[in-house]
């Protein structure tokens, strides 16, 4: 016989579970960055090689470690260094992005990336880029994998 302390038990252990897998749920949706950013334009992988083909100045926004290991070849590193959250309403006086290193000329036109859509260092650079003035912004989402699944050159 079942005791009415075993069956509060057991639907405690439910309710346990089930705020966990929504927590869960909720932490891997909210990891992966947005579809849009106002004031820049979102490439895919093509795009983003006919950009950098014509000359657009490319931003690698990953760690130094990273674009030493493999980068799209021509990019330049500019590391954002993020401590903010994962978030579109993050705070970027936590982060630190060195915007001096960006073409001086703010008509210059400017792609970012980093390691794809769970990677929000590229965002961020993209949208402190916007913020600093920078006219034409590319953000490629997707980033290096869909770069190197596409077979486009890396160094």
Not at 18 to 45: E, I
Request: hydrophobic content about 40%; overall charge positive; proline content about 4%.
């Amino acid at each position: 016989m079942i005791t009415g302390s075993q069956i509060s038990f057991r639907v405690l252990c439910i309710s346990l579970v089930s705020a966990a897998t929504l927590l869960f749920s909720n932490v891997s949706f909210a990891a992966n960055t947005p579809n849009s950013l106002k004031g820049a334009t979102l490439v895919d992988a093509a795009k983003a090689k006919s950009l950098v083909d014509s000359g657009v100045v490319l931003i690698d926004a990953r760690v130094a470690n990273e674009y030493a290991d493999a980068h799209i070849k021509g990019a330049i590193s500019v590391p954002y260094k993020e401590k903010s959250a994962k978030s579109e309403d993050y705070d970027a006086s936590q982060d630190s992005f060195d915007l001096s290193k960006l073409p001086a000329d703010k008509s210059t036109p400017i792609l970012f990336y980093c390691n794809g859509e769970e990677c929000w260092k590229g965002y961020k650079a993209s949208k402190a880029a916007v913020k600093a003035g920078y006219k034409t912004v590319y953000w490629f989402r997707l980033g290096i994998p869909e770069w190197k699944a596409k077979g486009y050159p890396i160094e």
